[in-house]
């Protein structure tokens, strides 16, 4: 099994930063694509960044000029730089990864999620 361990959410201020992680673990022979998405109270899960092996990135609209996507030289853990974060992007986020596995099996895996809380 593939486990996603995701940190560094908290309570901020709006116009502070944070930088979320996740670690993949287990079973994996690469990783495709990792990325962040994000779920607000009474809201659908959305995309907020991705990033590929190759280092190619996409992040929403909302978040454009404040988030930074990054993956480590290994290439299993993915950061997520939040800057001037506003009460909008209070949000559970979660971490993905699209591993590929034994006998090239490529799957979707889901963190437990960390909270982000932006005050006014």
């Known amino acids: 099994q593939v486990q996603l361990a995701e940190s560094g959410g908290g309570l901020v201020q709006a116009g502070g930063s944070l930088r979320l992680s996740c670690t993949a673990s287990g079973s994996i022979l690469s990783i495709n694509v990792m990325g962040w998405y994000r779920q607000a109270p009474g809201k659908q899960r959305e995309l907020v960044a991705i990033i590929t092996s190759s280092g190619s990135t996409t992040y929403a609209d909302s978040v454009k000029g404040r988030f930074t996507i990054s993956r480590d030289d290994a290439g299993n853990t993915v950061f997520l730089q939040l800057n001037s974060l506003k009460p909008e992007d209070t949000a559970v986020y979660y971490c993905?990864?699209?591993?590929?596995?034994?006998?090239?099996?490529?799957?979707?895996?889901w963190g437990q999620g960390t909270q982000v809380t932006v005050s006014s």
């Open positions: 993905n990864a699209e591993a590929v596995l034994f006998l090239n099996r490529v799957t979707d895996y």
